[in-house]
């Protein structure tokens, strides 16, 4: 009796979501590039006339929003060759570990970790940022946020997963992410 009353009082508190608990639904690029598993009610995104421009294939998850209104993101994308973002994995990390266009106070460049993924190479980085809520305005709060990156290393091209938290929301549905990488499969 006392564990259920436990439980209920994590779930009250805002326990962090648990990659268990959660209902996840089997996903497939169309294009065939990569399959994994998404959490079911994070609503789904896709824009083919980018994608076809920039040669960049993937599917943009938004999930549930802070009381800041800034809402908890998941992208998995496949960068082909020849894309017209990121010519080589280096370029797209180089591009992601520049430091912050507004310099903060203690800011340190991300630490890279080598892993595998999928059983392919990969690296990935833990970096904080921040968002400006209303955006494009004189009178903007800042909201501090964290990204966890993922970048894939493939025989062509390179597959890069992304999740961005405000920093109320990180913990709570970063085993979401943490599934999605694990139910990563890359196209043969």
């Known amino acids: 009796m006392k564990g259920i009353a436990f439980a209920g ?9 648990s990659a268990k608990g959660a209902a996840y639904a ?12 998404l959490p079911k009610d994070w609503s789904q995104r896709r824009d083919p006339g980018v994608e076809a421009r920039e040669n ?13 209104g800034v809402s908890a993101k998941i992208d998995v994308r496949y960068y082909a060759p020849g894309n017209k973002v990121f010519a080589k994995p280096d370029d797209f990390m180089k591009a992601n570990l520049e430091p912050s266009p507004i310099p903060r ?20 980085f833990t970096r904080h940022d921040a968002e400006f809520i ?18 894939v290393e493939a025989k ?33």
């Open 9 to 17: 009082l994590l779930l009250a508190l805002g326990a962090p979501a």
């Open 26 to 37: 089997a996903y497939e690029l169309k294009e065939g590039r990569f399959s994994c598993q």
């Open 56 to 68: 960049a294939f993937g599917v943009f998850l938004t999930g549930p929003r802070s009381d800041d």
């Open 105 to 124: 106070k203690g800011e340190k460049p991300p630490k890279v970790e080598k892993t595998m993924v999928a059983g392919l190479p990969a690296r990935r």
């Open 134 to 151: 209303p955006p494009s305005s004189l009178n903007t709060k800042e909201i501090p946020i964290t990204d966890d990156v993922v970048l």
């Open 156 to 188: 062509t091209g390179f597959y890069a997963l992304t999740y961005s938290a405000p920093n109320s929301l990180y913990a709570k549905h970063r085993a979401l992410f943490e599934h999605v990488i694990k139910t990563f499969h890359p196209a043969p």
